[in-house]
Every structure is written in C-alpha cells, then in structure tokens.
C-alpha cells in the first residue's frame, strides 16, 4: 500500500486508527459508505467531565462542549517489547507515541516493505501534531517527573521515536500549524524527497484528547460546537467537534515502488501550501 507522486513518489493511507471502531482504511471506507457517525460524550478514562463542564461557556474554569469523537480502545495497551522499549520507559510515554509506533508498523507491513530493509536507511520521518495534553498530566505535579518524562511527553520526540525504533536515517522531526499540520509535513516530505534529503518516508499524524485544558482553551475562543459534533456544509453548524486520530502513510517514488513490487494505492502529482 503506497501512494505515489508522479514522477517522484509513491505513498498512500495504510494505517490508521479512528473514532467509531475505525483501524483501517477499509474499515474507514465501511464507516463512510454507512452514513455512521462517531460523536459521542467524553469517555470516562480521559479525564473527568464533570469536574470541567458547565452549560454556560463563560463560566472560569469550565468547557460548554460534552463530548466529540474518541477512539474506542483502551490506549494504555501497547506490546513496548515488541518494539524494544523496557517497561519504565512505556509507563512515561504519551499515548500518541505509543500509537504512532503501531500505526508507522502497520503501513511499512501493508506496504509490502520488510522492516528490516528500512534499518539504517534514509528514510525521513514526519510527523504533523499540535495536541500536547498528556504532557501537563505529567509535570502537574513537580514530584512526580521523571528521567524519562521529557521523551515520553514532548511532542517534537513523535518523529523522532518513530525513526529511533526503526533505525531510520533521514530527516526527522515534529511539525505544527495547528489543523493543518498533517499536509505540511506531506508537503515537506515531498519536498525533502526532491531535494535528495531522504529516498522514502513516513508521513504520520496524531491527536488525542487526554486532559481538559487544551478542551477548556478550544471552547473559550469559540470554535467548538456546544454539542461537541461536526455539521459540515450544513446550515446547522455552529463550530467543530474535537476527534482524535492516529494515521501513517509510507512514500516512496513511483519507479521504486513499482521496481520493488509495493501496493500503490494513490499517485501524488503535486502539493503547495499557504497561509
């Protein structure tokens, strides 16, 4: 599974993991065809709602906006043997990390790409992120942080575990324009592979909803839905509903992905970006 640009690369959305039970993109595909919908209250286990919410919007302290769209898993589960990394170090490790390696995994496997081809390869990794919630979870209390607490919850290490892991050798780092962060380090990755910086890379994203401030903050300025749900291109909507998500994708140039026998699911012609 790759998509392409033409002339230059290939990559395409191999693995992913998505409010409503989504954990592929087939599972995607289902989900769009059946017209469901993943909006739903805050689940219990990322924070306590009720400590945070108020009806009136301007209330201190307090978010108007009950829910919008979770992952329906238990994020605390994570095989960190099976990607070398000891039981401390996982115990401090942000949740978004810790998918990030699954989903990365998973796209290099659908691809047809065997892990150990990549090992010392120069392969980028980028990685579009603006959500640091679990880090203030970490450092509320001064007693508690650990030596490992600056590498498991600070968002510029999300690529840069993603290519440890691996042993990958191109440029790696953490982008962040807000929403727009995943097509910028498309756009970069591209460009990076133009340029010669690295021959393939990895494209990935995050976002969870893990601690109220950053919900808090969103819901002050306005942009929030008091429902907490999305009403695209309708006369309805009134703001947008937060949703995590968790997406890698693998790129390489067309004639290698076509020499090396990859899955190509999209072809790349171009990219621009703008403010």
Not at 137 to 146: F, L
Not at 161 to 166: A, C, D, G, P, T
């Given at each position: 599974?790759?998509?392409?640009?033409?002339?230059?690369?290939?990559?395409?959305?191999?693995?992913?993991?998505?409010?409503?039970?989504?954990?592929?993109?087939s599972?995607?595909?289902?989900?769009?065809?059946?017209?469901?919908?993943?909006?739903g209250?805050?689940?219990?286990?990322?924070?306590?709602?009720?400590?945070?919410?108020?009806p009136?919007?301007?209330?201190?302290?307090?978010?108007?906006?009950?829910?919008?769209?979770?992952?329906?898993?238990?994020l605390?589960?994570?095989?960190?043997?099976?990607?070398?990394?000891?039981?401390?170090?996982?115990?401090?490790m942000?949740?978004?990390?810790?998918?990030?390696?699954?989903?990365?995994?998973?796209?290099?496997?659908?691809?047809?790409?065997?892990?150990?081809?990549?090992?010392?390869?120069?392969?980028?990794?980028?990685?579009?992120?603006?959500?640091?919630?679990?880090?203030p979870?970490q450092?509320?209390?001064?007693?508690?942080?650990?030596?490992?607490?600056?590498?498991?919850?600070?968002?510029?290490?999300?690529?840069?575990?993603?290519?440890?892991?691996?042993?990958?050798?191109g440029?790696?780092?953490?982008i962040?324009?807000?929403?727009?962060?995943?097509?910028?380090?498309?756009?970069?990755?591209?460009?990076?592979?133009?340029?010669?910086?690295?021959?393939?890379?990895?494209?990935?994203?995050?976002?969870?909803?893990?601690?109220p401030?950053?919900?808090?903050?969103?819901?002050?300025?306005?942009?929030?839905?008091?429902?907490?749900?999305?009403?695209?291109?309708?006369?309805?909507?009134?703001?947008?509903?937060?949703?995590?998500?968790?997406?890698?994708?693998?790129i390489?140039r067309?004639?290698?992905a076509?020499?090396?026998?990859?899955?190509?699911?999209?072809?790349?012609?171009?990219?621009?970006?703008n403010?």
């Amino acid at each position: 599974m790759n998509i392409a640009l033409e002339g230059c690369s290939a990559n395409t959305i191999i693995a992913c993991r998505l409010p409503g039970d989504v954990r592929s993109p087939s599972d995607l595909w289902d989900f769009l065809v059946n017209q469901k919908s993943a909006q739903g209250p805050t689940p219990p286990e990322r924070y306590n709602l009720g400590g945070y919410y108020h009806p009136n919007g301007k209330r201190s302290g307090s978010s108007n906006v009950p829910g919008g769209y979770f992952i329906n898993e238990d994020l605390r589960r994570f095989d960190n043997g099976f990607f070398g990394i000891n039981n401390l170090e996982a115990t401090y490790m942000d949740p978004q990390q810790r998918k990030l390696l699954e989903v990365t995994y998973e796209a290099l496997e659908n691809s047809g790409t065997p892990i150990e081809s990549l090992s010392g390869s120069l392969t980028g990794v980028y990685v579009g992120n603006f959500s640091v919630d679990y880090q203030p979870n970490q450092t509320r209390d001064p007693d508690y942080i650990h030596r490992y607490t600056s590498t498991g919850s600070g968002a510029t290490i999300m690529s840069n575990r993603i290519s440890h892991v691996f042993n990958l050798h191109g440029p790696s780092f953490t982008i962040d324009t807000a929403c727009s962060s995943s097509i910028y380090a498309l756009h970069q990755a591209l460009n990076a592979m133009r340029m010669g910086d690295c021959e393939t890379a990895i494209v990935a994203s995050a976002n969870m909803v893990l601690s109220p401030e950053l919900h808090v903050m969103a819901a002050k300025s306005g942009v929030l839905s008091p429902t907490g749900t999305c009403h695209t291109f309708d006369a309805s909507a009134d703001g947008y509903g937060r949703a995590e998500g968790v997406n890698a994708i693998y790129i390489k140039r067309l004639s290698a992905a076509l020499r090396d026998g990859n899955t190509i699911k999209a072809v790349i012609r171009g990219s621009a970006v703008n403010a």
